[in-house]
């Protein structure tokens, strides 16, 4: 068990709750803390400082930030990896162990990768290890082995996380002074306000940066109390606004959920992020930013060491140091990078409370100590060039080095907003120059630094909000501008000659790597971060971007503005793909009817997003579904079977202008198709592609009823709405798919059965091939077609679909005489391949015209117009270069199957494809359709196809159709067949 | 031969869940829900796929109508209620959706006047399923599948995309609920996403009747009394 040395005394604000101690396991070992606690601030104030590996040279690391960015400091639960221990929640029972060891933290025997650090330069993998080309699969599985942080758990349960639209007048994102200053104003203008925060309680930088500021303290409690009593604010602890998209969409991320916020007004006060300085060593154990140690203070009550160095460059850093004397931290000393150092009264306190200021000095090296941790540090002067004085070096002990050298804004949802920024040099750090509309800024992230100035700048935000929502008429005030000495040092970069000067702590990048990239010609921003993955981390660059331009542009010589920033891509924040995916949505579309196939034993499959019945009795599983199928067929063939065809697309196209529109829309002839007969409908795009095909049926002058294929209902209804608007005509088009129930009674005796349920003529002269009626079929209204689709005698029979189960059943019942068998889309698939019939996007490619598809025909060309009319008219002049044709394999042997999209190949190139095979019981052989060249269409002749396993198999052409060549059987005069 | 009955798309979801079963016109209803929750603040699913309606559009549709003596809403994705349970919806310019309520004839009446249409006036065959969603925490539940904004005070109906399919939604007005109107073809994936949602959040099914009192004195369904005799 583990003591606790490093907790100060309970204090007031903290976010611990000493009633309530929890244990978990760190490593193998218990440690102990209090709820509230994170696992980092646990594991400190139990006196650990190493606390994590780096991410390639596998160094011990600390505490950075506590900021949800110490992703060296990332901890695996079990099932959950990557988890960041710096905002990690303790809780019994938790198990952790640190990410991206071999071995474990202590004794992680990858950490001798630090020792070959200069055998491993940014880079590297680029230019090594492909070649020998043999040899690169070896190199590859150890460098990924190496690569990566924590692993996936594959058999961790999957968790259902429900995303969720939500909507405000106001969005502000950060609770700090800022954002609660500008929600109250905007609340009290009568906005309804959200305010998300990504840390678990609101305040800010008031929660830990008011060093020794009691009216800090108070204004925290002031805002924090008129926030929470407000009706018209809800504020949202423990989220993150990771993305900003177009109109004010903001996606905010908890523990269990995305939600898709849409704003009137966004106002963006995320504040700052602190950035490290770099200096040979500032990555061990103990050196960390000077607001990550004032949260472990005042947060948590963590002393984190008992001698502390501050490296400053900004006021921050002596109110740092204040907070620390505090603490009981014994402040070495503080090294100003600015030759003025601080002035005023922050420094007058500082001095009072005997911490020496050493003005214009640096560090110019961190020591550790035999565990690898920090025990020391040189201080040096700095020149006006940024050198160090090495002849005036100090070498002071400590267990603490803190960096406190600027901040530089947390814009990233600025940027993705379209937020045109410009460098300030008052505050050494960008700012929004141009704001989109019904977007602010305000705070830090607007270059204001000041308590009573972010107090102001806030409620200027949330009037401006209020005003743009038309809910606050008066002034809006000025934006602060800010006073005194940048925030920000410049170039808080220094060389070493032995390198460990880190930029990036997510990648293990020093100074020299981004030097090299730079030498390499990589130095426009973009490439040097592709090249050398500076801020391509789990943080983001959040620590390492803003140095990275400065070194870049001090490489260049040219300002930080003309150096530019990254792109900054939603997330900024990584966010769990859990939640990304959220809840699964599939939509499918399930016939009126599915509920009898389904008692029927169908087995289904999907076509498109409808479930359809391939095959039924599919629960015999002694019959093989081939032989289920097949059985099918010939019921088809010899008696009567019932297919669900309620899948196509229905089109009513009514209106004086009806007949016009669809010969605009389609290829054939509508004017001149008589009342009650019907007529293909065949569909090109504009370079003359088959898109669709159905049949057009005429009820009336100004009624059309059309279908399209299954899948393609939505696309053509989409287009032709958009046509009938373009062209003005006075139709309309109403979708009728899920209306109406529709199947077809196809076979020998299908005409019997159907006159079972309706006392309408349906004989071959009131309602021959091709013909449409409207009729009562077992008492309910019914549309009928006399189709052929499948080779046989044919009735589609359309009802509204609710009636749809109960005319099935009927029809089925009146069909039990007759051997009536329900058929799926397999036995049709035959059918209709027995009889030659080609399926729109099965025989068809995205390139595949009518005249490669023998359907030349179904072309009205003299028509004044229609869609796609003149690339036909081109195509037909140049003549078709490939044409479907029938084929059949002979029985020779072979056992190399022929399968759809097989090859056919003429003289060693490929001349087509295979697109429909099949065996045929009616037939007794294997037939198919297939592309070949024009020349090769010859029946009984042969052509090539490369089948299974690339053997070449010789298939005979045949005439098409394959079954029923005069049309006797469609046509209803083939002889009939007994039935059992 | 017995007249053929109507099926609602849900039929097959809510087997199972019927306390009480009743023919609502000329559909197998479930009126009263197993474990129905009695406040209306409950949060609750119901099928009501068995109300009737008749769809018309054309140029000349509103002219029809209002000859026929139906009250129009004025502005398009208006609505006007039609006593007892009946409701006017006018989806387009020149489009209206009559629907009664569990007792009405309305539609079916107008349906017959019009028969296979007039010059610009034309019949559009309705066979929606509709779902209805009550309780306080519904618009929670459409939080998570439509990006519209329901909480926002409306009476208008809304066409959007519930869970990635098209519906229209009227959101509470005369009525305390949600009418969810769909493609009867996706209203089984509908129906059981939002079920799982409404289940999540501790809600259930309810029968017609609890947003009908009308339909509850109507007679037992052949189907249930075959139930009950098991």
Not at chain 1, 663 to 684: D, P, Q, W
Not at chain 1, 725 to 731: E, I, N, P, Q, S
Not at chain 1, 744 to 757: F, I
């Given at each position: 068990m583990t003591d606790v040395p490093a907790r100060l005394p309970a204090r007031s604000g903290e976010w611990i709750d000493r009633d309530r101690v929890v244990e978990f396991r760190f490593e193998g070992q218990v440690y102990r803390g209090y709820a509230g606690d994170t696992v980092t601030s646990a594991l400190v104030a139990a006196g650990r400082r190493t606390l994590g590996r780096s991410f390639k040279y596998h160094r011990q690391r600390g505490v950075l930030s506590l900021a949800n960015h110490d992703v060296n400091v990332m901890v695996d639960d079990g099932q959950r990896t990557n988890l960041r221990a710096d905002v990690l929640p303790i809780s019994a029972g938790l198990e952790l162990q640190a990410v991206n060891t071999k071995g474990g933290l202590t004794g992680d025997r990858h950490r001798h990768i630090n020792r070959m650090a200069k055998l491993l330069p940014v880079g590297f993998y680029y230019k090594t290890f492909h070649r020998p080309r043999r040899l690169f699969p070896f190199w590859e599985r150890r460098i990924r082995a190496l690569a990566g942080l924590g692993t996936i758990k594959r058999d961790a349960p999957r968790v259902e996380t429900p995303k969720r639209y939500d909507f405000c007048d106001v969005l502000v994102i950060g609770a700090g002074p800022t954002g609660l200053s500008a929600a109250l104003a905007a609340a009290n203008n009568g906005a309804q306000v959200v305010i998300a925060d990504e840390n678990a309680r609101a305040g800010g930088s008031l929660t830990h940066q008011w060093a020794g500021d009691a009216e800090a303290v108070e204004i925290r409690e002031r805002l924090l109390s008129a926030v929470d009593a407000h009706e018209n604010i809800d504020l949202r602890t423990g989220t993150t606004a990771a993305g900003y998209y177009a109109d004010n969409w903001v996606a905010l991320v908890d523990d269990i959920r995305l939600s898709k916020m849409r704003a009137g007004q966004v106002i963006v006060a995320s504040g700052c992020f602190e950035q490290p300085a770099v200096f040979h060593g500032n990555d061990l154990p103990g050196v960390m930013l000077g607001s990550g140690a004032q949260r472990l203070l005042h947060r948590y009550a963590v002393r984190p060491f008992q001698r502390a160095v501050i490296l400053a460059a900004n006021s921050d850093a002596y109110r740092l140091a204040l907070d620390l004397v505090a603490a009981g931290i014994e402040v070495a000393t503080i090294a100003d990078l600015r030759t003025e150092g601080e002035t005023g009264p922050l420094a007058e306190r500082v001095t009072a409370e005997g911490v020496v200021v050493r003005r214009g000095c640096g560090v110019y090296e961190a020591h550790a100590d035999k565990n690898g941790e920090l025990s020391g540090v040189v201080v040096a002067p700095v020149t006006a060039e940024g050198e160090f004085d090495l002849g005036r070096q100090e070498s002071i002990s400590c267990d603490g080095l803190l960096m406190s050298v600027g901040w530089t804004p947390a814009a990233n949802l600025l940027y993705q907003a379209g937020t045109k920024m410009d460098y300030a040099d008052a505050v050494q750090q960008f700012v929004p120059a141009e704001l989109p509309d019904n977007v602010h800024a305000a705070g830090r992230v607007n270059g204001v630094h000041d308590l009573r100035q972010q107090l102001a700048d806030g409620e200027r935000a949330g009037l401006a909000a209020s005003l743009a929502l038309g809910l606050y008429s008066g002034e809006v005030p000025e934006q602060p501008r800010h006073e005194g000495g940048s925030p920000n040092h410049p170039y808080p970069i220094f060389d070493h000659p032995k390198g460990k000067n880190f930029v990036d702590f997510d990648e293990d990048l020093q100074l020299k790597d981004l030097l090299n990239a730079c030498q390499e010609g990589f130095d426009n921003i973009e490439l040097m971060k592709r090249y050398s993955t500076v801020g391509m981390g789990p943080s983001q660059g959040k620590h390492s971007n803003m140095n990275a331009v400065r070194i870049l542009a001090r490489h260049r010589g040219q300002s930080i503005m003309a150096t530019g920033t990254t792109t900054a891509r939603p997330y900024f924040h990584p966010v769990p793909l859990k939640l990304l995916a959220g809840r699964s949505f599939n939509p499918e579309r399930r016939t009126s009817l599915h509920e009898w196939h389904r008692a029927a034993d169908a087995r289904f499959v999907h076509v498109g997003d409808w479930l359809r019945p391939e095959v039924y009795g599919a629960a015999d599983t002694n019959r093989p579904l081939n032989e289920l199928v097949l059985k099918e067929v010939t019921a088809v063939r010899r008696a009567v079977g019932l297919i669900d065809v309620g899948t196509l697309g229905k089109l009513d196209i009514r209106g004086p202008d009806a007949a016009e529109?669809?010969?605009?829309?389609?290829?054939?002839?509508?004017?001149?198709?008589?009342?009650?007969?019907?007529?293909?409908?065949?569909?090109?795009?504009?370079?003359?592609v088959v898109t669709d095909d159905g049949i057009a049926a005429r009820f009336a002058g100004d009624h059309f009823y059309v279908t399209a294929s299954t899948t393609r209902s939505g696309a053509v209804l989409q287009d032709m709405q958009h046509w009938?608007?373009?062209?003005?005509?006075?139709?309309?088009?109403?979708?009728?798919?899920?209306?109406?129930?529709?199947?077809?009674?196809?076979?020998?005796?299908?005409?019997?059965?159907?006159?079972?349920?309706?006392?309408?003529?349906?004989?071959?002269?009131?309602?021959?091939?091709?013909?449409?009626?409207?009729?009562?079929?077992?008492?309910?209204?019914?549309?009928?077609m006399r189709v052929g689709f499948v080779g046989e005698l044919g009735f589609e029979i359309h009802v509204p679909a609710q009636f749809g189960p109960a005319v099935w059943e009927r029809v089925m019942a009146a069909g039990k005489q007759f051997d009536i068998c329900p058929f799926g889309v397999e036995a049709q698939r035959i059918l209709r391949l027995e009889k030659g019939i080609p399926i729109v996007g099965q025989d068809s490619d995205g390139l595949t015209n009518p005249f490669e598809m023998d359907m030349g025909w179904a072309l009205a060309m003299s028509k004044p117009f229609f869609i796609g009319q003149r690339s036909l008219q081109i195509l037909q002049r140049r003549g078709a270069e490939r044409v479907l044709a029938g084929f059949s394999l002979p029985r020779d042997g072979n056992a190399a199957q022929v399968r759809e999209s097989h090859l056919v190949i003429r003289d060693g190139e490929i001349v087509g494809r295979v697109t429909s095979v099949a065996y045929?019981?009616?037939?007794?052989?294997?037939?198919?359709?297939?592309?070949?060249?024009?020349?090769q269409n010859l029946p009984e002749s042969t052509v090539k196809i490369r089948a299974d396993g690339g053997v070449l198999r010789s298939a005979t052409v045949e005439r098409l159709p394959f079954y029923d060549p005069d049309d006797l059987a469609q046509a209803g005069v083939a002889s009939l067949q007994e039935v059992s | 031969m017995t007249d053929p009955m109507r099926t609602s798309p849900l039929s097959q979801q809510l087997e199972g869940q019927a306390a009480r079963l009743a023919v609502v016109q000329e559909m197998n209803t479930v009126v009263e829900a197993r474990n129905e929750a009695e406040s209306s603040a409950a949060l609750t699913l119901c099928d009501a796929s068995a109300l009737p309606r008749f769809g018309i559009c054309g140029p000349r549709a509103a002219r029809w109508l209002t000859d026929q003596a139906v009250a129009l809403p004025r502005a398009v994705l208006g609505t006007q209620a039609l006593p007892p349970d009946g409701l006017c919806l006018r989806t387009g310019e020149a489009e209206f959706i009559v629907e009664d309520g569990p007792e009405g004839s309305a539609a079916s009446d107008l349906a017959r006047a019009l028969g296979c249409g007039l010059d610009g006036v034309y019949p559009v065959l309705r066979q929606d399923a509709q779902i209805l969603l009550r309780g306080e925490q519904a618009c929670d539940v459409l939080a998570q599948v439509c990006a519209v904004n329901f909480r926002a005070p409306g009476e208008r109906l809304v066409f959007t995309r519930l869970a990635g399919v098209s519906c229209a939604v009227l959101p509470p007005a005369s009525q305390p609920w949600f009418r969810i109107w769909i493609d009867a073809t996706h209203a089984v994936y509908l129906w059981q996403t939002l079920l799982q949602i409404v289940r999540e959040l501790d809600g259930g099914v309810s029968g017609l009747a609890s947003f009908f009192p009308r339909c509850s004195h109507r007679s037992k369904s052949p189907a249930h009394t075959k139930e009950q005799t098991k």
């Open positions: 529109f669809l010969e605009r829309i389609y290829t054939g002839r509508f004017s001149n198709v008589k009342h009650g007969r019907m007529t293909l409908a065949l569909r090109c795009d504009e370079s003359g009938l608007m373009r062209w003005g005509l006075d139709a309309t088009v109403v979708n009728a798919t899920g209306h109406f129930a529709a199947m077809n009674l196809a076979g020998p005796y299908s005409r019997h059965v159907l006159a079972e349920l309706t006392s309408a003529d349906i004989s071959d002269d009131s309602l021959p091939f091709g013909g449409v009626a409207t009729a009562t079929v077992a008492g309910v209204p019914a549309r009928l045929s019981p009616t037939l007794d052989r294997i037939i198919g359709l297939a592309y070949v060249a024009p020349a | -």
